[in-house]
């Protein structure tokens, strides 16, 4: 067992269900509103089907890239994405893994959508990440929050 509770977030959109799905899976999108400014997502390459690969290749402002890794594992489009999720440093090297839930609900004029994050496995160099981990979540959840409903 992790020694990382799950992170659990649950956020509604004025915008609908497949708006919001789309901004999970269709990759120019996700570039857009995944890492909070100063940061940026220059390379991003999704194959959203069980199984599937994803590549994210995050850039901090001096220029030094990390990327994250992962799998589909759950495709339910579009209510259920379940993803899991390695973080490598500047070397190559994996910090840690995490799988991400993400239920899409329809509510009346919008969507609630509900993340739990549980902690697969941390090297020693993980701490540092993943206490950022809500923070850093939730200012992107804001940006998607601009993306849906502009």
Partial sequence: MSEYPPLQISRTFAAPRQAVW???TQP???????????????ACEFDVRPGGQLHIDTQAPDGSIMSVTGEFKVVEEPSKLVTT????????????????????VEIDGGTTLNITSEVLSAGPNAEQFLSGMEPGLNQALDQLATLVTS
């Fill in 28 to 42: 120019e999108q996700f570039k857009q509103w995944y890492m909070p400014a100063p940061y940026s997502v220059p």
């Fill in 22 to 24: 789309d901004a999970w």
């Fill in 85 to 104: 999720n390695s973080l490598h440093d500047t070397d190559g090297n994996a910090l840690f893994e995490v799988q991400h839930t993400l239920e899409l």
